[in-house]
């Protein structure tokens, strides 16, 4: 709805999902705004998953707040009032006021197609079925293409608490709704002062600057009383709470995915190698299912707001010269340039191994929660090409063979490092249908810490060079787990003399378990 209306003004707007199934915002958090885009407006919307009064709730508006070059509108549970911050409060999902779907079909037609079902008549009329609550599918047939698997009829996730829709469809338009009301606010202000002063407008009407810094000076003043401090000061993470943090990861969506993965900080072995996708997008073209359409009859909002005819000089239709240069455009895949890793502290040291590979659910493809793009999945093994939901937890997998992995972590300026891993991986040899044996890779997330890891078990970090060893008793001791299945190490809590460049290289061993030991790095965070 909102994409032609800032076309009009000349403006690209840019829609991201960055919801995980199952998971909080923590993980995100950690990283700052990198993994979020920088955004000019966030919605927190984690309710299955966390307290809107929450500690992580809380950490995320503020590293929202601190972390980007803008402070964006923050649309949540309306909590976070003590941190300056300008939000609103937006139940997205409430059906107060709506109209009640009738039993009767002819009467149920004079009910707009967009409100039918929402509320229902009778029970009988299973309105909470996943038949009517839910339009997604997984393939239609096309000519010129066939998937190399078959497809399923219907995505998966289609719980009972979730969302159809309906409920997304109206919650976008509420949204819409908030942001037009800003922009003709914006209009009658402009012209209001435009009238009165003349043009051009002065700068104290639209520049920001000061209002950002307003906004963090009030949350900085009450870091040591928010529930994101009382939270994080368990695990000695306040800092969290009032200083910008920056991250890396394999987890998507994300946005920027090339520049923000883990894989571009990955330093080369010596042949070049770095862990790299085995698997390729097979399609990359829209999929348009028929029942997604507009009903017949029904009103084209997204139709009406575009009608007006435009020139070229008023749509956006690539990325910006300043955003291509610091990121490159999402088309191209991350490229890591062999000839300026810098080999410092740990060239006659340490050595990049070889037994590193990008996990198996790392999504192939350019996820970064937009529509923008097609690929996202799109992999041959992939049984349901028409999903498009871009949720996957990545990583770099190694085991007690691999050796050592090298990040190269740039202008860390408190001297805060953290890594998010995963204990839980294991594998077993299966015989399939008598044929040789292969490995099958596993997840045991009933079993906590890092039980999954035998008694031998060693994993060793180097800083610049300088390497710390913990074996299993320790590992139970430095590991832990602020949220769901966010599993933390601290790596570094030393400031640098001043703003410097930092290598980190980890390794997993267990010397008398054949390397039968797994870890999954997904993210590394710094400060």
């Known amino acids: ?18 919801g995980r199934g199952g998971l909080g915002t923590f993980q995100d958090t950690l990283a700052g705004t990198d993994t979020y885009g920088d955004p000019d407006i966030l919605v927190w919307d984690s ?13 995320f508006s503020r590293q929202a707040i601190l972390a980007g070059t803008r402070v964006p509108f923050l649309i949540n549970h309306g909590w976070f009032s003590d941190t300056g911050a300008d939000f609103a409060y937006i139940d997205i999902l409430s059906m107060e006021g709506f109209p009640v779907t009738p039993q009767d079909e002819k009467k149920r037609k004079k009910i707009p197609a967009p409100a039918q079902y929402l509320k229902c008549e009778t029970s009988e009329m299973n309105c909470k079925s996943p038949n009517i609550r ?15 698997k078959n497809q399923l009829k219907v995505c998966g996730g289609r719980a009972s608490w979730h969302p159809g829709w309906r409920e997304h469809q109206f919650a976008g338009r509420r949204l819409s709704l908030l942001v037009l009301e800003g922009l003709e606010k914006a209009v009658e202000l402009w012209q209001e002062k435009i009238a009165s002063e003349g043009c051009p407008l002065d ?5 920001v600057s000061k209002h950002y810094d307003q906004i963090r000076e009030t949350t900085m003043k009450s870091v040591e009383d928010s529930a994101c401090f009382k939270w994080l000061a368990t695990y000695g993470l306040e800092i969290v709470c009032g200083t910008p943090m920056h991250g890396k990861t394999e987890f998507t969506p994300r946005a920027n995915p090339d520049y923000t993965s883990l894989r571009s900080i990955v330093r080369p072995a010596a042949n070049g190698y770095i862990p790299e996708f085995t698997t390729q997008v097979v399609y990359d073209k829209p999929i348009v ?19 007006r005819r435009l020139d070229n000089s008023g749509i956006h239709t690539t990325l910006s010269k300043t955003y291509r240069k610091v990121f490159g455009t999402y088309n191209n895949h991350y490229k890591y340039n062999y000839s300026s890793a810098k080999l410092r502290a740990l060239e006659n040291v340490l050595t990049p191994g070889l037994g590193w590979e990008i996990y198996a659910h790392t999504s192939v493809g350019v996820c970064d929660g937009t529509t923008e793009h097609y690929s996202c999945k799109r992999s041959a093994d992939n049984d349901c090409l028409g999903y498009d939901h871009h949720d996957s937890r990545g990583g770099i997998y190694g085991d007690g063979t691999s050796g050592w992995i090298i990040f190269d972590l740039k202008n860390v300026i408190v001297g805060r490092i953290v890594m998010k891993l995963e204990t839980w991986h294991h594998e077993e040899l299966v015989r399939k249908k008598g044929a ?24 060793d970090y180097a800083i610049d060079g300088h390497i710390k060893s913990l074996d299993k008793a320790k590992l139970k001791k430095e590991i832990y787990q602020p949220q769901r299945v ?16 930092i290598e980190v290289a980890v390794r997993l061993r267990c010397p008398t378990s054949k390397g039968a030991c797994y870890v999954n790095i997904n993210h590394m965070y710094w400060a």
Request: proline content about 7%; charged content about 30%.
């Open 134 to 148: 839910f339009n997604s599918q997984c393939w239609i047939d096309t000519k010129d293409f066939t998937p190399p």
């Open 203 to 207: 700068g104290k009407y639209w520049h």
């Open 47 to 59: 309710g299955m998953t966390e307290d809107g009064k929450s500690g992580a709730a809380d950490a």
């Open 436 to 459: 040789r044996k292969y490995k099958k890779r596993q997840r045991g997330l009933k079993v906590t810490g890092v039980d999954h890891w035998p008694d031998d078990v060693i994993l």
């Open 289 to 307: 299912f028929p029942d997604q359409e507009v009903p017949k009859g029904g009103v084209d909002v997204r139709a009406i707001a575009g009608s």
């Open 486 to 501: 966010v599993q933390l190490l601290n790596l570094l809590n030393k400031k640098p003399n001043k703003p410097k460049d």
């Open 1 to 18: 709805v909102m994409e032609p209306i800032f076309t009009r003004l000349g403006m690209k707007l840019r829609t991201a999902n960055f």
